[in-house]
């Protein structure tokens, strides 16, 4: 599963992140990594990008970032 | 002198403490990125004085726009003596992973630990000597908004450096220190980076930091060590199943998770935050695009309302004013002391023309330009911008714009009528992609500018009286609907290509403090004063000369045929075979080759215009109540112009930053040249849709 799919309100647990080159490393910057707790939040208006809260911050991220972020249900 | 580099995540309070230590007045906001190039002061500590610098906030020491660029570039270069680390407490895990990189640079490092109080609120205690402890470097607990901690600051950094104490190094998982003290050995005494440690540019090449490899590669010694790199990062991926570049960047977050966890506890697990409530309400899908049109809406009407509406001041003689009523009034005053005293023909239409009737009208302006400052500051205190960014970036993306050029747009202007383009095309920093960049710098002098906000503000008072302020909302829709489409003009036609990820953090929501409010307010306003006093005077006056001469001693009554035969009222003639098609006449036309210079110069010289072809001396008015009571004008023309206004060539020193910003002149002449077309077209719509109707 990647975060793209996840619905709002949702707990997940990144499992890795894909990609490569500048994307990916900023994603690594903003504190995504392997194990990193990760909670919908909210998607906006027009349903992208989407609010997660990580390491107790809000970010906003496109769900075409999100599609790189390999999830699983929080507690598996 | 020694120097002191203020450097951390963005939005963790850098300038506030930059501006505590220096004295100065940066530009604070509450969203990432509101700082992009250096800013230097000077501090004094135990007597020494020490060169301070406030850096663009960056997520990492790898470079991802250029913004975070200029402040890498800085560390890595400059080689500062001490980095004040600004570390946003409640925030403590994702700061502390720039941390790592920082002490990696081997420079002795002071952490402020800033915004305790929003931790607290959080729910996080920090032990700051154990966090020092851990990292080898100073803490000292700071809350810079307030100005705290800022004493004991300073004594840490003078410290620091007596002891010269650098931060300890900490070591990453095996895997990966094997490799890097291998490469350390090869690089030893190469000295390719003379001012870091060779530990930073051997993880930096395991990083496969762009920068570094190609430094190395320019220096002509790659035969010898890539193949040994290229070894590495290979024996790194069989062992963790990752590229080097991930591996690392997961040590670290594990080692930033590892420090946390030691010296922070943490209480309130699971309770909401204040934050989170207003975000539920603010972002939510249906309520969110809703409570922003209606935030400027208020805005404008609140700021019209107080400023230029309401007759709430009194006067002398018993009539009551608004606050832009006084302003006027005090110079219709000054102009009709000055044609009582003032003899000599040549001084006195210098002094009631060309600087009264120029000056004087931007002057007015002031209150409105003040309040509508008061209101933004608080916005851009609040936390609100950034979630405007989150709820618009699909809709921009449809124009091919983002959600970070919402930044730019503000700061230019596009949440009220006060901001300025140049910041703004600078804002744009904050894109990575070269184009999106573009387009947005492109688009940005589009936006109501506080220049521009004086121009309305005179046509409306003119024309539209009872509807200010849904005028001024009615114009900042059509502001933000033409850049759009000017957008996506760019980016079908011209600069097509790909598209910057959109990853901002949304921070925590404050409540703006009012001393800040106001002391930024009129920090703001001052420099519209000062602008309008010295540029604005001094332009006028070229223009003012330019309708006077040739001068031949006329009757007064032929004042207007006097100034038709002038150097400019010849030019604005000239350019009414153009102009015509949009409604605008010589005088008009006068007023927008000023307005080239800076946009207040369109209320400046259309001011000096009608005051010089103003034959009846004794009473002088208004230049609204002039406009209003000329049968040339109608509402019409006054709503084509203010549309031209918004969109015609940017003003010259835009212009100039966007020659700096794209590092070319072919971009800044074609700003000029494409939305003075562009504005062109859009007033000949209007212009003549709405005679056909009628
Ligand atoms: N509550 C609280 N707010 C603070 C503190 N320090 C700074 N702020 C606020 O945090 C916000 C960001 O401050 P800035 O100084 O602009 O941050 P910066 O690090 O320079 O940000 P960039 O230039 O975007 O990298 C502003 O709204 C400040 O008023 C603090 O100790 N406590
Ligand atoms: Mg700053």
Redesign the interface.
């Known amino acids: 599963m990647t975060l793209a799919e996840s619905k709002e309100g949702q707990t997940v647990v990144v499992r890795k ?1 894909r990609g ?1 080159g ?10 995504i ?2 194990g ?1 707790e990760l909670k919908v ?9 989407v ?1 997660i ?1 990580l ?8 769900r ?2 999100c599609a790189f972020i390999e999830t699983e249900h929080a507690g598996k | 002198m020694l120097n002191i580099a203020v450097a951390g995540n963005p939005n963790c309070g850098k300038t506030c403490v930059f501006n505590n230590l220096t004295g100065a007045r940066q530009h604070v906001g509450n969203y990432p990125g509101v700082t992009v190039e250096l800013f230097e002061g000077f501090t004094v500590i135990n007597g020494k004085r020490f060169h301070v610098t406030d850096l663009p906030g960056t ?2 020491l ?1 470079a ?1 726009s250029k913004d975070e660029l200029v402040a890498r570039n800085f560390l890595i270069d400059k080689k500062p003596d001490v980095i004040v680390n600004v570390v946003d407490a ?2 403590l ?2 700061n502390l ?1 720039l941390t790592l990189q920082l002490i990696e640079l081997k420079i002795p490092v002071v952490i402020a630990l800033n915004m305790g109080d929003i931790a607290v609120k ?1 729910g ?1 205690v920090v032990n700051p000597s154990r966090l020092g402890a851990m990292l080898g470097v100073k803490v000292v607990e700071t809350i810079a908004r307030n100005n705290s901690g800022m004493e004991e600051l300073k004594t840490a950094c003078s410290e620091i450096i007596s002891e010269s104490l650098p931060p300890r190094t900490i070591h990453y998982s095996s895997e990966i220190e094997d490799c890097v003290s291998d490469l350390e050995k090869i690089l030893s005494g190469k000295s390719f980076f003379p001012h870091v440690p060779d530990r930073w540019t051997a993880l930096k090449m395991l990083e496969q930091d762009e920068t570094v490899i190609s430094c190395l590669k320019t220096s002509g010694s790659s035969e010898k060590l890539f193949p040994v790199l290229e070894k590495y990062i290979q024996k790194i991926h069989d062992l963790t199943g990752d ?1 080097s ?2 591996a690392i ?2 040590a670290r ?1 594990a080692a930033a998770s590892g420090i946390f966890r030691d010296c922070v506890s943490i209480s309130k697990i699971g309770k909401r935050l204040i ?2 409530k207003i ?2 309400v603010v ?4 309520l ?2 809703l409570i922003l049109v209606v935030i400027v809406y208020m805005l404008f009407t609140c700021v019209f309302k107080v400023a230029d509406e309401l007759q709430w001041i009194p006067l002398f003689n018993g009539e009551w004013v608004s606050p832009v009523g006084l302003f006027s009034t005090f110079f219709d005053f000054l102009s009709e002391t000055a044609s009582t005293y003032i003899k000599s023909d040549i001084l006195k239409s210098m002094i009631k023309d060309g600087i009264i009737g120029g000056v004087g009208g931007v002057m007015g302006f002031v209150p409105l330009i003040f309040l509508m400052f008061v209101f933004i500051s608080a916005l851009e205190d609040s936390g609100y911008v ?1 979630r405007i ?3 618009l ?3 921009l993306r449809a124009f091919g714009l983002q ?1 970070k050029s919402v930044l730019s747009l503000i700061v230019s202007g596009g949440l009220g009528g006060g901001g300025c383009a140049v910041p703004g095309v600078m804002a744009a920093r904050t894109l ?1 992609e070269e184009k999106d960049r573009l387009i947005t710098i492109l688009v940005t002098p589009m936006m109501n500018c506080g220049a521009k906000l004086p121009v309305y503000a005179m046509l409306i008072a003119a024309f539209f009286p009872d509807s200010r302020g849904q005028m001024m909302f009615l114009l900042w829709a059509l502001s933000w609907a033409f850049s759009l489409m000017a957008a996506l003009f760019l980016r079908k036609f011209i600069i097509a290509g790909e598209q910057t ?8 929501y404050h409540m703006p403090a009012f001393k800040n409010l106001f002391i930024h307010a009129w920090s703001r306003t001052w420099l519209y004063i000062k602008k309008a006093g010295t540029i604005i005077l001094g332009i006028n006056l070229i223009f003012w000369s330019m309708m006077y001469f040739p001068h031949q001693d006329t009757v007064p009554d032929h004042a207007e045929e006097q100034l038709r035969h002038s150097f400019a009222g010849r030019t604005g003639s000239a350019l009414e075979y153009v102009s015509k098609y949009i409604g605008f006449d010589w005088k008009i036309n006068i007023a927008l080759i000023g307005g080239f210079a800076a946009k207040e110069l369109v209320i400046g010289t259309l001011g000096t215009v009608y005051s010089m072809g103003d034959d009846a001396l004794e009473n002088p008015e208004p230049l609204s109540a002039k406009l209003s009571a000329s049968k040339d004008w109608s509402p019409l023309r006054a709503f084509a112009l203010m549309v031209f206004v918004m969109l015609y060539a940017p003003c010259m020193p835009t212009v100039a930053a966007i020659r700096r910003e794209t590092g070319a002149w072919k971009w800044a002449v074609f700003s000029v040249v494409y939305s003075t077309t562009f504005a062109f077209v859009i007033a000949f719509i209007i212009y003549n849709s709405a005679r056909i109707f009628s």
């Open positions: 992140v490569s500048p994307s990916k490393r900023r994603l690594m910057d903003m504190g990594s392997r990193t939040e909210r998607f906006a208006p027009l349903m992208d990008p609010q809260r390491k107790g911050y809000s970010l906003a991220l496109r075409s970032e | 997520y990492s790898t991802y409640s925030n895990e994702r992973y959080k996080f590229d570049e991930t960047a997961e977050c934050t989170e975000d539920s972002c939510n899908r249906y969110g695009p950034a960014a989150f709820i970036d699909r809709l959600g990575r990820p959109f990853v901002m953090e949304l921070p925590v």
